[in-house]
């Protein structure tokens, strides 16, 4: 049996055939790694509800060509983390986790709080002024600008969402620590605040969640309490060495060349663990 696993791109992203190549040839026969490719430059600036109807739809027809498939995982970078979300809540609606069991979730640099920073920085002030102006409803989602205000909504304990994402045995979360002006690390990992104690190039585990937040943005506020509901695996990197954290976190550089797959390593050890355990 196959445990399949899909990859999603962000906002604008470039096709992710690097990494389904390398995860390919690193996990084997046994997984059957998709990048999908049907939210294109032009889809991602249409929202979350949209990108994420054509992921379920698509994700359902590959299942249906096969009987094979045992776990379904996902990995998704940047604003692929938060179409995922509600891709799965779809799959779960339409029953499709009975017939496949979702193993593990990974959003790697996600805006799930919007682009929200605890102490505002030049750098993310730009980018709130630039996704305004050139991500169309996706834009405004991120920011809180539309009117049904979906990130709040998908994050709603009682949601199809939130009901279907608690099915994944592991949730984790990857961020920069510092110097992603796209998706700070608060909005990363789902946390009020930055924390500053990571050695550069290590990856660091963050063990607790905390209540009191002091943040000050309702939106965001009330996202953080529904998501704690629910636990997850957080996990943040020092790349600020890097000319840009936010496509160093999965691998390259500004040109779009590899430089190395240290958060991608990380992710695959899950998935392993994940098929061991389902041997048991």
Avoid at 159 to 164: D, E, V
Avoid at 186 to 214: A, F, H, M, Q, W
Avoid at 216 to 243: A, F, G, M
Avoid at 262 to 277: P, S, V
Wanted: with cysteine; proline share 2%; charged share 20%.
């Amino acid at each position: 049996m196959t445990h399949l696993v899909i990859l999603h791109r962000g906002i604008f992203g470039s096709p992710l055939t690097d990494i389904q190549n390398y995860m390919k040839k690193n996990l084997g026969c046994m997984y059957d790694i998709i990048d999908t490719d049907i939210d294109d430059f032009y889809h991602t600036t249409r929202g979350i509800e949209y990108c994420g109807i054509r992921l379920a739809s698509h994700i359902i027809k590959i299942i249906n060509l096969s009987n094979s498939y045992k776990q379904i995982s996902f990995i998704g970078h940047s604003f692929g983390g938060i179409i995922i979300r509600y891709a799965v809540g779809i799959l779960y609606e339409k029953k499709i986790f009975d017939k496949i069991i979702p193993s593990v979730y990974i959003s790697i640099s996600s805006p799930h709080m919007g682009i929200y920073q605890s102490v505002q920085t030049i750098g993310c002030i730009c980018v709130r002024s630039i996704t305004k102006y050139m991500c169309g409803q996706t834009g405004k989602e991120i920011l809180f600008k539309d009117n049904k205000k979906i990130l709040v909504e998908i994050s709603k304990p009682d949601s199809l969402y939130i009901r279907a994402i608690k099915l994944f045995d592991k949730r984790i979360l990857y961020g920069n620590i510092i110097k992603d002006s796209y998706t700070p690390f608060e909005t990363s990992c789902i946390y009020p605040y930055r924390i500053i104690s990571v050695d550069c190039g290590k990856i660091k585990e963050i063990d607790r969640y905390l209540s009191d937040t002091n943040i000050s943005n309702k939106y965001v506020e009330e996202i953080y309490k529904n998501l704690n509901s629910i636990c997850w695996i957080r996990k943040c990197v020092d790349l600020s060495t890097h000319t840009i954290p936010h496509i160093a976190i999965i691998g390259r550089n500004i040109l779009g060349k590899i430089i190395n797959y240290m958060i991608i390593d990380d992710c695959m050890r899950y998935l392993r663990e994940q098929n061991i355990i389902s041997k048991l």
